[in-house]
């Protein structure tokens, strides 16, 4: 039986965030209800966007704005990039080669308003399950950790609002005016990214 390779890859990458900062699951019953991962002492959340770096995280409108309504303590948006770009299937026949195949390109982290802002001022995909999305490639990830301008006027954010800091060789952190990024700092166990 064919496996899902979406689903191989975000449990991969989720799993690796868990590790790299102390965090865990949500329970599976909330799957899909609440932002995949939440700090130990429930300080913030966790939504992971894995992708390929060429075609880029998925935001889903619905969930967007769900978690804008319902969830009430602060939220990350956690990109993380991989390298495999096509024939996931085909190239990886099995759940194992492909978990063993995948690497971290590079690691995005944005705090959930510039992801609003990101999915507001983007062409739309329109898709008739579940969801109209957009995606976040690794190069628009870099681009408004580096404060590119075209990128910061299209977001209609002001860079001074946000803090970046690098965490790590491949790991990028953006705060807004450093909410929790000594907390996040502190829970960096950087022994986890290869």
């Not at 956690?78 to 759940?95: C, W």
């Not at 008739?128 to 590119?148: H, K, N, S, W």
Request: with cysteine; proline share 4%; charged share 30%.
């Amino acid at each position: 039986m064919a496996y899902q390779p979406t689903i191989v890859v975000g449990d991969f990458f989720e799993e690796l965030l868990m590790k790299a900062f102390g965090l865990v699951r949500e329970d599976k019953e909330m799957r899909g209800k609440m932002p995949d991962l939440i700090t130990k002492d429930n300080s913030f959340f966790v939504e992971v966007k894995a992708s390929s770096f060429s075609n880029g995280g998925v935001i889903k409108e619905k969930q967007l704005y769900k978690f804008d309504k319902e969830v009430n303590i602060r939220r990350f948006y956690a990109f993380p990039y991989h390298s495999i770009t096509r024939d996931m299937q085909i190239l990886y026949p099995s759940k194992a080669k492909l978990r063993a195949a995948l690497d971290l390109k590079s690691l995005y982290l944005f705090p959930f308003s510039i992801v609003k802002a990101h999915f507001e001022n983007s062409k739309k995909i329109k898709h008739p399950q579940p969801d109209t999305y957009v995606q976040l490639t690794e190069m628009q990830a870099r681009d408004i950790y580096d404060g590119i301008d075209y990128e910061w006027e299209r977001l209609k954010l002001k860079t001074e609002d946000y803090k970046k800091c690098t965490l790590y060789p491949k790991v990028y952190l953006m705060t807004r005016a450093g909410a929790l990024e000594k907390e996040i700092k502190d829970s960096f166990h950087k022994e986890f990214i290869k």
